[in-house]
C-alpha cells in the first residue's frame, strides 16, 4: 500500500531509521565538465585586476556553459526517469513507483537549495 506520510519524508530519513548513513547526492555534472567550469570561473578572478572587462566575459562564458551542462544533465535524467516509471506494466508495484517519486523529489529539492 502506498504511504503518502513516508513519500513526503525527506529522503535522507529512511536511512536513518534503517540505521544507514546517507548517500552523497549524485553530481548533476560529471567531475571533467564541472572542473572545466570551475577553472574557467578561476581564471576570470585571478585576471580580474589586470584585465576586468575580459574577466567578466571569461565568468560570463562559464556561467553559461554551467547552466546549459546543467539544462542538459537535468532533461536527460529526467528522460531516465520518466522512462523508468511509464514503461511499467499498470500493476507495477507501488514501491517502484515510490522510489520514482522520490527521485523527483529529491533532484526538485537540491535544484531549489542550490
Excluded: C
Aim: hydrophobic content about 35%.
Amino acid at each position: 500500500m502506498y504511504d503518502q506520510t513516508r513519500a513526503q519524508q525527506p529522503a535522507d530519513q529512511d536511512q536513518h531509521r534503517a540505521g544507514r548513513r546517507p548517500a552523497a547526492p549524485e553530481t548533476l555534472l560529471p567531475p571533467a565538465e564541472r572542473d572545466a567550469v570551475l577553472d574557467r570561473l578561476r581564471k576570470a578572478i585571478n585576471t580580474f585586476a589586470d584585465a576586468p572587462h575580459e574577466a567578466l566575459k571569461e565568468a560570463e562564458g562559464a556561467f553559461d556553459d554551467a547552466a546549459a551542462q546543467l539544462a542538459s544533465a537535468l532533461a536527460q535524467r529526467r528522460r531516465a526517469l520518466r522512462e523508468r516509471w511509464r514503461e511499467q506494466d499498470p500493476e507495477t508495484h507501488a514501491e517502484e513507483l515510490r522510489l520514482a517519486l522520490r527521485q523527483y523529489r529529491e533532484i526538485t529539492q537540491r535544484l531549489i537549495r542550490t
